[in-house]
Every structure is written in C-alpha cells, then in structure tokens.
C-alpha cells in the first residue's frame, strides 16, 4: 500500500511536468483575448475588459502597433515579459545611471518605479550597482518605515576587476526587502570618477531578477549600457484578504472548483492552486481539469481506472498484486488449501511481530546515530568557530572575576522560540539580532551574524575577547557567545530603548529629545571612546561609530555597541593598514584614501554624531540638495559663512542653550577635520562635553540620572588578560533594536 501511494506521487508529479506552460496559462474568460503578441494572458488577467480580468489592477493593454505587439500593465504602463499563475510577474525595466568627464557631472537619471498594487519579488530580485567609485542608493516611500539601502563599489585599477563576480569589485548587490512596491535609486561619487574615467566614467544601479544579470568588465566603459533594460519580478496576488477571511466571503471567494487557497508570503492577498492530480486555471469556474493518469502515463499492469484526482490499478482475474507497472505488479494468484490457512496465518503473524521488532530496533539505533551526529556535529561547529581558542583566552582571564558565558545552542533556541520571526529586533546587512529571555528570566540580545567562511572566524573571536575585557557602564556588556552553531551567536544585555538612530530620525517616533538629554548622551559615548582609546590596555579602535550603534538602556544611560569591526591596537603600532570599511557618512575620509586606521577615525566618526545631536539630520541624505547631502561637508561650509543657526535642530534651539550649541558646534567641526592630526583626541572630546554638561541648570527629564563619574572598571587596565590582535570584520550589533517605551522627556518640545 506504501509503494502504490509512492508510485501515484511521483506518477502525478511526472504528469504535472510534461504538462506544457503555454496550455495552463493560455485558459480565460470565454469570449476574451488569450495572447498579446508572444505573451499569454491567463485570468485573472485580460486584455478586453467586461469580465475578462478581475480587477482592474489586473487590465492588462494590447498594443499592436509593436510587431509583435506588447503587453503592457496599464495601471504603471510597465511591459510585460511573462505572467505565471504560481503569483509572479515579469516586466522589463530601465536603469538608473550618474555620468562624468573631466569638467564633471555629464548626465544623471535617478530611477523611479512606483506601483499601485504588485510589490517587488524580495526572494527572486537583487539591488545591483556597477561603478569604480560607485555608492548607489535604493529608497522606498511606501512602508509603515522609510526603508534605504545601498552598496559601495569601487577599483582603482580595471586589472581588479573579476568578470562574474558582484562582490564589491566594479560591482555590488544587495537584497530587496519584502513587501516593497515603489523605490528611488540614487548615486553618490566620492571623487566624480575622477579617477577611474578612462576605464569607468558611469555609475548605474538597477534592480534586477536574481540570476539575469551576469557582470561583464565590459559593462563598466559600454557607452550605451544606460540604455538597456533588465527583467524585474513582481508578486501578485488577489483580494487584500487571507484566505481564512476570503473563504468566509464565499461570493467574492476567487478560488473555484477543484482548488485551494494559499497565503503567499509576500501579501497582502491570496492565490488559488488546483488540487493534486487535476490542472489548468483555478480562478476559473471548470478551470481545474481532472488528470487521466490511465491515458498519460499507462501506470498500470492490467485495467487503469482514472478517479477525480487520481487513479487506481487492479489485475485481471486469477492474478493478485497492486497492478502498478512499477510496483509489485500482478503475478498469478496462488490458492493454499484450507487446511494450510491456520498455520500460514501464524507463519505471517511470527513475521509480522519480527518484522515490528526490527523496525523498533532500527528505529532505536537511527534515533541514536542520529544524536551522536548532532552532537559530533555541534563539536565540529565548536572547534571551527573558534572554540578552543576563546576558551583560552577566557580561562586566562577567570581569576580576574566575571568572564563572558558559553551558551549552548539549545539554551539559545529555546530563549529565542527556535529563532521565532516574533523574536527579531533588528537586521542588517551582516546578520539578524533577536530578543531572548534566558531561563533564569533575563532579557538578552541575540545576535545571528552572517559568516560567508572560516577565514572570518577569527574576527568573530576578536568581537567575543574585545568586549569581554570591557566592563563600562556605557559599553553595551558581552554576556557571552554560542559556537555550537554553524553561524557562531553573540549574547549581549538587552538595551530596551533601542538605539539613538531611532529617537532622533524615525518620524513616526513621538518623542522630541531635549538638548540637555543629547548632551548627556554625547558626553557618555565620548567617554566610552575615550577609554577605548585612553584607558585600555592595548587601546582598542572601534571603527564604526554611528548613532545606530549607540543604545539606550531602561535609564536611557548610553551604550556603545557593536565591536565587530574592532581593532587592539599593539602598543609598538600608531596604526594600522587595514581593508576600508565603515558606513557611509561617518567614514574618516582620510581613513578611505589611506586605509591607514588610527584612533583619530574614531574621532571623525563621533564627530559626524555630534553634528546629527546638534541639527537633527541623517549623516547621508541622498533626499537633500546635492551639496547638502553629507552632514559633515555641508555643515563645515555652513560653519564658514556664519550661519550656524540656520542649520541647529530648531527643537533644541532657544536662549538657554544657544551658547552652548555654539560652543558643541565648534567642537564638533573641529572633529570633522579632514587631517586627523588637527583633531582632538576622545579624551579631550569628552573633556570638552563634561564641561559642557556642568554649565546645565536643567534635569534630564523624568529620568534625571546622577551625573556620575565614568566607572572604571576593566580589570587592572586588561592586567589580567591576553591581548589578542584580531582581523577585521564585518558585523551586525544590537543596533536595530526597536523602541518598546515612550522617550517621554520633561519639557519635551
């Protein structure tokens, strides 16, 4: 019986596949267009309206004055390459594109796609960009939440360049997040292509369906590569309902006979599918046509009776069997005589319980071969991750107290809910955070990081020892890590304000925070810099500071978090030469042309903070004027013609706090300088800031917290430790997070 049901699966999943495309897609309203040109127009589709589509979002328009004609989507007039019941569609889209020649810009066209209805297909598209001195910028509008992404692509020398590969090397991708239905591209070029035009003087950012585009060297110099077009996927669905509520509405109910309905995962809306064992177009009524299995695919040895949906086999008289042709089969039919029936019925007993007994037995030796693979498993991802060494390092460091926990990786699945969507706090481009509750009830951040290979396990060690060996009220605390895992996990304490990114920019945020508040947390990051810098043993650079990794606890103290891309700094070394990397807007340009890596590139990045406190705007806006676009350029040039309080955050600004605002201003363009030896040192930053702060005559709101010393308390200065020079990395931080409370300051404007 198991092999019959076996055999009609596979027979059904053969018949499904032979089943041309063009016959299933071809099916409409009767009276209605089934093609436009090479296109066919399957319903819920049409081209003729009075019934031929669904709704209007799905009028599809015919032009013939094309030969062949187009089809075209008529509520965006976007052309039409394919249309699949199984919920996707494929148009064809335009690029954007920046160009330049020695005196400067030549041509820009920043790429707009905005549709009504289908949003873009998050699983089957990319974002590319193509360029030697390239950031390209995808936005899109329609979200609860702003969303933005980008990449950076860069070559000095078309030598580098590898055919194939989108790696970052003359071209970059990125993922389309989901439920997306319009975006911007936009672009921004460090140097106008200045250096790279004899060999690329364009830059170009398109999104694409994943796998159509294969990058060519050639595409970088290709003067008419502006001018081509690349298929993009779109999802459709019906209704703006799930199918629990558009079953309910049975008069609206888009599914018809012989079908079910499915709940993508890019909705709102639904699709219908035709059951197994029948094919064709389920939207439409008699659309979903039984499959005579008997006539296509002659499974059977004697007759073939064909079912609604399936099909059954039986063998002529005299013959016994399951009458598949691939199964058993018929054979004749032997008959015993009565009296050996009994003793036949004990012989099949005796293999039957023999039979149960093997099963039990195999089924216990699976079960146990199975767990000792996990668990050798498990050690095999421990020893590649870096296990041994960091249990090393943290043993060294044992007597000193308090060192980070190894967690296993079933204390974190079953903290996280096996990793439940409902768990995510934040996402980035390197890894996923997720909120945990251990078992003894603490709240924990969990962050997931995307490791691409074993060369990068020793910049995930690095990010496990740095922070182990900081223990700083304002330095988010390494709780410890997992490496049981393929993906190692990092457990941090849970920072349940979220980050500073998210009080200051999210729009949606009700909350205004005062001045007195962004001074205090300036002052505390500073600090938290400055003993990175100053205080520690090797010093420690932390290379991407940015207001998305500065959190807020529940007494919104400071956290400074993400110490993925850091740096120990030996003591015999004033820098270091490392790959460039960093986020946009807060990068050292001198650190981008050098790649020479100094604690003053922390400076420059806090700089760029200090400035989003003082005006309120992102460090990168590609939706401000061109010369308005990065903070720290523009404000320098504001600084320079006087006009400061055209530019200060008008929620912070009023007679109490203009000398101070002056004042951080001035600090902060001092910051912002492009030689790093003409800026001041962290110490001197949070120096400048504590000064500030003991001028204040205000609390900081409800919250008034103590303006406490700075504690401490890194063990005898890393007197206990091992310094470890890691590599550098990629990482996602806690830096995310979501705001769960109110920021509900006193005064609040």
């Not at 330049?100 to 590319?128: A, C, E, Q």
Request: glycine share 8%.
């Amino acid at each position: 019986m198991g092999l019959s049901f076996i055999f009609k699966k596979l027979a059904l999943v053969a018949v499904t596949l032979t089943l041309t495309a063009t016959s299933v897609a071809t099916q409409t309203q009767p009276g209605c267009e089934s093609s436009c040109g090479n296109i066919s127009i399957p319903y819920p589709f049409g081209t003729g309206g009075d019934g031929c589509n669904i709704s209007s979002n799905f009028f599809i328009t015919c032009n013939t004055t094309f030969n062949p004609p187009k089809a075209f989507l008529t509520t965006n007039n976007f052309e039409i390459l394919d249309i699949s019941l199984d919920g996707y569609l494929r148009i064809s889209e335009s690029i954007g594109y920046d160009c330049y020649n020695k005196v400067g810009r030549t041509s820009y066209f920043d790429m707009w796609l905005i549709l009504s209805k289908f949003p873009i297909s998050h699983t089957r598209n990319k974002f590319t960009a193509i360029g030697c001195d390239t950031y390209a910028h995808v936005k899109d509008y329609n979200l609860g939440d702003t969303y933005s992404t980008g990449c950076l692509a860069f070559c000095d020398n078309i030598a580098n360049v590898v055919k194939g590969s989108c790696s970052g090397v003359g071209c970059c991708q990125t993922a389309i997040p989901k439920g997306v239905r319009s975006y911007h591209v936009t672009f921004n070029s460090f140097n106008n292509h200045s250096n790279v035009l004899s060999f690329n003087p364009c830059s170009y950012g398109f999104v694409v369906e994943d796998g159509a585009y294969n990058f060519s060297i050639s595409d970088l110099y290709d003067e008419n590569f502006s001018d081509k077009e690349f298929p993009v996927i779109l999802d459709w669905t019906v209704g703006n309902q799930t199918c629990a509520e558009a079953k309910m509405d049975q008069e609206n109910y888009a599914c018809k006979e012989n079908s079910d309905c499915i709940d993508p995962e890019n909705g709102p809306g639904y699709l219908c599918k035709c059951l197994d064992g029948f094919q064709g177009n389920p939207y439409l009524s008699q659309g979903c046509q039984d499959i005579n299995e008997c006539d296509t695919l002659k499974p059977c040895n004697g007759p073939c009776n064909n079912a609604p949906g399936s099909y059954n086999c039986s063998c002529p008289d005299g013959f016994e069997g399951d009458g598949l042709r691939n199964g058993t089969g018929c054979s004749p039919k032997v008959v015993m005589p009565h009296h050996q029936n009994f003793s036949v019925a004990v012989f099949a007993l005796g293999i039957g319980i023999s039979l149960l007994s093997s099963l039990l037995c195999s089924s216990w030796v699976y079960l146990g071969l199975k767990q000792r693979k996990l668990t050798k498993l498990k050690q095999q991802n421990f020893q590649q991750n870096g296990g041994i060494l960091l249990r090393e390092q943290l043993s060294k460091r044992e007597e000193c107290g308090e060192t980070a926990k190894i967690f296993t990786a079933e204390e974190l699945k079953n903290a996280t809910n096996n990793y439940h969507d409902s768990r995510i706090v934040g996402r980035g481009g390197q890894g996923t955070v997720y909120k945990g509750i251990l078992s003894d009830g603490r709240s924990v951040a969990i962050k997931k990081s995307i490791i691409g290979d074993q060369s990068q396990v020793q910049q995930f060690i690095n990010e496990v020892i740095v922070l182990s060996q900081i223990n700083h009220r304002n330095v988010v605390k390494l709780l410890g890590c997992c490496l049981e895992t393929q993906v190692p996990l990092l457990v941090y304490e849970y920072a349940r304000n979220g980050t500073l990114f998210h009080h200051l920019h999210n729009a949606a945020h009700a909350s205004v925070i005062s001045w007195e508040a962004r001074l205090k947390i300036a002052t505390e990051a500073a600090e938290a810099l400055s003993y990175l810098h100053s205080a520690a043993s090797p010093p420690i650079i932390h290379r991407d500071v940015k207001l998305t990794n500065i959190l807020l606890d529940e007494n919104y103290i400071a956290k400074v978090s993400d110490f993925g891309a850091s740096r120990l700094v030996p003591s015999n070394k004033a820098q270091i030469t490392t790959l460039v990397q960093g986020t946009l807007g807060y990068l050292d340009p001198e650190y981008f042309h050098t790649s020479q890596l100094t604690e003053k590139s922390d400076v420059y990045s806090f700089g760029v903070v200090l400035l989003e406190l003082l005006t309120g705007l992102e460090a990168i806006s590609f939706e401000r004027p061109e010369h308005e676009r990065n903070l720290s350029l523009y404000f320098v040039s504001v600084m320079k013609e006087e006009r400061l309080l055209d530019i200060i955050d008008k929620r912070v600004l009023n007679d109490k706090s203009i000398e101070q605002l002056k004042e951080a201003a001035n600090l902060a363009r001092r910051c912002v300088r492009l030689k790093g030896e003409e800026r001041p040192t962290m110490k001197e930053v949070a120096s400048e800031l504590g000064g500030l702060r003991t001028t204040q005559k205000h609390p900081w709101g409800i919250h008034d917290l103590p303006d406490e010393e700075t504690e401490y308390l890194l063990h005898d200065s890393y007197g206990c430790g091992t310094s470890y020079d890691g590599s550098t990395s990629f990482s996602v931080g806690p830096d995310s997070m979501k705001n769960q409370v109110p920021f509900d300051i006193d005064g609040a404007r």
